[in-house]
């Protein structure tokens, strides 16, 4: 009875006005009632890889990884049948989801009952539902007519999901489909988070891209702002035009302009050829101008004057170009600073902020750091072609209280050293588990964790050298660190030491430092 109960409840749900989380979420709610699992997921078929949509019992990394079915041969013999697979408790293949069971008491055990659901419609693979039990007797009593019914039942419920998805999306994006979106989670265009922040994000960013409004996007360093950036130009009218990119502290004053309207041949010295610049490559489509704050004041009236007639000049030429280009901004700089210290248009910040969109720094989204610490392992593992990697609770709540000044970049690149140091104290292919020894001192000196104020070295002045001698010696060092710092960007490290960027030039050179980003 109980089991029909539960058909009745997943049925009833076909035809509820539920969003597509609160969807998957019921239907495995009501699964457990009837399957003894642990451990439950609900995957959706991407190409050649299974994607979760929703989990329950697993760790909240889970949901942040792509399982590849050359990769993981149980999801592959699932997807291979044409009914559900229940596997035997010796089977040697290892399991997706070994060590990711909330209540494993050992993070490297392996799952000893597993069972899985093709999902089909119309004879079409779309996904697959999986459970997991660490009882090794559990599934043997179901019924393989109930499973088959139950995947059914899950296979309409991804289709409804989908369907759902996609006609909200083709009244706020024109047009745009469920696997348009998914196309842009390949190519990297998808915010990954299911915080508030995060959601309000992505409702501010599909609300904009409709429209060829000019968006400024705003955030502290490693936020993700190009990923939003992409995320409206995915989403627009434009999608199907290029969208180029184009960093602006990364440019000498010198070739700003070219880069920016192109030049004629022998407009000025090494000037070879003809060359259209970003305005015309990008005719039809979008320019994204990164780090806008770092645009040189001389420049910014030829912008103004792109942005608002949509008209630009090459160098050396006397001819007018019309353009069509959408224009996307981003910058890490209080502008309405830098025009009230005079570094910045207020014309051209006006017209750049027709929308200003904010993206939320990490400590701000805290609930997303397991799903993002899921994705940069998996990714991270890859890349370094190590075998499966976990985190244990206690790296993953250290994450989770660090207030990451660096936002997910900075994730990441913990991230990458932890898994690294981890990889090296294990045989190649197995099980490869993060542990707080792993992520470092620099989390555990996180406010809230543990000191927060490292001791700083003292200067003092020693016999033969003077006060001037010892004071330069420390800027210099300072200055080379934090350069190293920020990857060798002096734009970047200008910020940090709270200097415009002409001023930190002339101090790195006054102190004889080679500085590649000053005027020769």
């Excluded at 720094?361 to 890349?383: K, M, S, T, V, W």
């Amino acid at each position: 009875m109980e089991t029909f109960d539960t058909l009745i409840t997943v049925a009833l749900d076909l035809t509820a006005a539920l969003s597509a989380g609160d969807r998957y979420r019921r239907l495995l709610e009501a699964l457990g009632g009837v399957i003894p699992y642990d451990a439950a997921s609900l995957l959706r078929l991407e190409g050649e890889d299974l994607v979760p949509v929703a989990a329950r019992g697993l760790s909240a990394d889970a949901l942040g990884r792509r399982y590849p079915l050359d990769r993981h041969p149980r999801l592959a013999r699932i997807c291979r049948a044409s009914e559900p697979v229940r596997f035997s408790a010796d089977d040697p293949s290892p399991d997706p989801f070994d060590g990711m069971i909330r209540g494993d008491p050992s993070a490297a055990r392996r799952v000893h009952a597993c069972l899985g659901c093709p999902l089909y419609v119309e004879g079409e693979l779309i996904g697959a539902l999986t459970a997991d039990a660490l009882d090794p007797t559990a599934f043997q009593g179901l019924d393989q007519k109930f499973l088959r019914a139950i995947a059914a039942m899950a296979a309409a419920q991804m289709r409804a999901a989908d369907l759902m998805e996609a006609l909200e999306n083709s009244a706020v994006r024109q047009g745009m489909i469920a696997r348009d979106l998914m196309a842009d989670l390949h190519r990297g265009k998808e915010i990954l988070g299911s915080s508030l922040a995060v959601e309000h994000l992505r409702r501010e960013i599909g609300l904009v891209a409709g429209s060829d409004f000019t968006v400024l996007v705003l955030g502290e360093t490693g936020v993700g702002k190009e990923l939003a950036v992409r995320a409206i130009h995915a989403a627009s009218l434009r999608r199907n035009a290029p969208l180029l990119y184009l960093n602006c502290a990364a440019l000498p004053e010198g070739l700003a302009e070219s880069e920016l309207f192109g030049h004629t041949k022998g407009a000025f010295t090494g000037a070879v050829r003809d060359r259209p610049g970003k305005f015309e490559v990008a005719d039809g489509g979008t320019l994204f101008l990164d780090e806008i704050g770092e645009l040189p004041l001389s420049i910014q009236p030829k912008l103004l004057r792109a942005v608002q007639e949509g008209e630009v000049r090459r160098i050396g030429s006397g001819r007018t170009v019309r353009v069509n280009v959408r224009l996307l901004a981003a910058t890490n700089r209080n502008l309405e600073e830098e025009v009230r210290e005079g570094r910045f248009r207020a014309d051209l910040f006006h017209r750049l902020s027709v929308y200003p969109l904010v993206v939320p720094p990490l400590r701000e989204r805290r609930e997303d750091i397991p799903l993002l610490a899921g994705h940069f392992c998996e990714a991270i593992q890859r890349r370094l072609g190590l075998g499966p990697v976990r985190l244990d609770s206690d790296a993953l709540g250290l994450l989770r209280r660090y207030p990451w000044p660096g936002n997910v970049r900075e994730l990441e690149n913990v991230l990458s050293r932890a898994i690294l140091k981890a990889g090296a104290q294990v045989p190649r292919g197995k099980l490869v588990v993060v542990a707080p020894v792993h992520l470092g001192g620099d989390l555990e000196a996180a406010p809230g964790i543990g000191d927060p104020s490292p001791p700083r070295e003292t200067l003092r002045v020693s016999a033969g050298r003077s006060f001037r001698e010892v004071v330069e010696d420390f800027q210099k060092d300072l200055i080379l660190q934090t350069v190293a710092g920020n990857r060798g960007n002096w734009a970047a490290a200008a910020r940090e030491l709270g200097m415009h960027r002409s001023n930190l030039h002339k101090l790195a050179s006054r102190l004889g430092i080679r500085n590649p980003g000053a005027k020769r």
